[in-house]
């Protein structure tokens, strides 16, 4: 069973999305598992606070080390020795993510831990600690790291066998045309007619 582990500030964004569709199919049938871990449960202090002002000054806040390095650590001791794990940083300045990556890393690894940033981003001793990597859907910034966890980790359970029901598709692994229809092979819509091409 293929494990994902996001740590986030709102759990509740994470487990919306996992429990429709083919990912919640595929927890039903022990292809994977999702978990998403509050930081904010490994704080030490009475507010729970997970930012502070950036070290040396600047705008915004920045999300501090220690509550992520323990919910991570949490994450990766409560799995199984033998599972090879992979610690990835949603970050726009990361490496493009890639159908190539989603597919090796559906190979490779056992237990993937995403880390969805907010404000101004991560204290950059997270990632040399964790030895974790920054990685991006895309050259454009959004308010937190959810989307993107959430996008890696759909993409990713495609290719884990069983997650589609069948192999055929993944778009990749069949020729097929760029355009897809349904039945009935004339539509009308607003007293003109759209045929379906010639095969």
Not at 59 to 72: D, F, L, S, W
Not at 138 to 163: C, F, K, M, N, Q
């Amino acid at each position: 069973m293929k494990q994902f582990t996001v740590i986030t500030l709102f759990p509740e964004s994470i487990e919306s999305f996992s429990q429709s569709s083919m990912l919640k199919r595929a927890e039903i049938s022990k292809l994977i598992m999702i978990k998403a871990i509050n930081p904010r449960d490994y704080t030490t202090d009475k507010h729970h606070k997970t930012d502070d002002r950036s070290y040396g000054g600047g705008p915004g806040m920045v999300m501090k080390a220690e509550p992520i390095i323990r919910a991570v650590e949490s994450a990766l001791k409560a799995k199984s020795s033998k599972l090879s794990a992979k610690v990835l940083i949603m970050s726009p300045r990361g490496k493009e993510f890639t159908n190539a990556i989603a597919k090796n890393f559906a190979k490779k690894y056992d237990h993937l831990v995403l880390i969805a940033g907010h404000y101004e981003g991560i204290d950059a001793r997270v990632k040399k600690i964790l030895k974790s990597k920054d990685i991006s859907v895309g050259p454009y910034v959004l308010t937190g790291g959810e989307l993107p966890a959430l996008s890696i980790l759909d993409a990713v359970a495609r290719h884990i066998p069983g997650v589609l029901g069948d192999a055929n598709s993944l778009e990749h692994t069949r020729t097929a045309a760029e355009d897809t229809y349904t039945r009935p092979e004339v539509f009308t819509y607003k007293k003109k007619k759209y045929t379906v091409p010639p095969i």
